[in-house]
């Protein structure tokens, strides 16, 4: 009896050892689908060195020709010289290739951002029905999050869901408060995913999706910072938050 209760055990010490192992498994086969539907969104200078300017992570929904990103990191782009060209950068490491995109529609209210490609559609990812989210509920976010330094290479990065809290409205100088911001903050604030993760400035524009199916459920906005906007890089805080995907569905179906 007392050798079969040690078989016993043993056998259960090996499952449970080899159930981490199948969950990494699962998400490490998830990353290799979604990454070709990853891109990073930037500009094209021809006289600039480098010509490429990388400002963050978009991809790919819908019929392959449309493009999720941030709006705050549009507005970089739309800030910039006329004789730069609006696009996306596809590729790993060195090699990557520039795509012009148009803005087809700004959503500043949930810092979205549409673009729309030309040409041969690339692969989509599906979204998910952003409603069914639950705190302590596992993702993973994959992106570009110090940008193109060393080449265009994906990360990606395990999260927990660890709220489901309204919108944080930045404080704003008064004086620089023109009509349509006062209208909006007068609205009632949304309802955001506030994640137990580390982001950086390039991840803004990076899917948030589950590890085992690759839907998408929401889309990674900003960080938490603690004193300067220096110390997102140096000293993270670890909380991020990322819009639902129900505001991504809105924006798709609009300009369908």
Do not use: W
């Not at 989509?124 to 999050?145: N, S």
């Not at 309802?191 to 991840?203: H, I, N």
């Amino acid at each position: 009896m007392k050798a079969l209760s040690s078989a016993l055990l043993s056998c259960l010490v090996l499952a449970l050892a080899g159930a981490p192992c199948r969950a990494d498994g699962t998400l490490a086969q998830t990353i290799a689908r979604v990454k070709p539907s990853i891109v990073g969104v930037g500009s094209l200078q021809k006289t600039r060195t480098p010509p490429m300017n990388f400002i963050g992570t978009g991809f790919v929904a819908g019929d392959g020709l449309s493009v999720l990103t941030c709006a705050h990191v549009i507005q970089k782009l739309l800030d910039a010289n006329p004789d730069e060209v609006i696009g996306i950068l596809t590729g790993q490491g060195e090699v990557a290739q520039f795509r012009p995109a148009k803005v087809q529609a700004l959503d500043t209210e949930h810092d979205l951002a549409l673009l729309r490609l030309a040409g041969a559609p690339l692969p989509a990812l599906a979204l998910g029905d952003a409603a069914t989210v639950r705190e302590g509920q596992a993702m993973a976010f994959t992106g570009f999050p110090l940008g193109t330094l060393l080449g265009l290479h994906h990360v990606t990065h395990r999260a927990t869901v660890s709220s489901l809290t309204p919108v944080v409205m930045p404080s704003e100088n008064a004086q620089r408060l023109d009509p349509r911001r006062l209208a909006q903050l007068q609205k009632a604030p949304y309802t955001v995913f506030q994640l137990d993760a580390t982001a950086y400035p390039g991840s803004s524009g990076s899917p948030l999706f589950d590890p085992e199916t690759g839907l998408v459920y929401g889309i990674v906005n900003m960080v938490y910072v603690k004193g300067l906007k220096e110390a997102a890089i140096s000293a993270p805080s670890g909380i991020t938050y990322a819009i639902p995907g129900s505001h991504m569905q809105a924006i798709l179906l609009k300009n369908k």
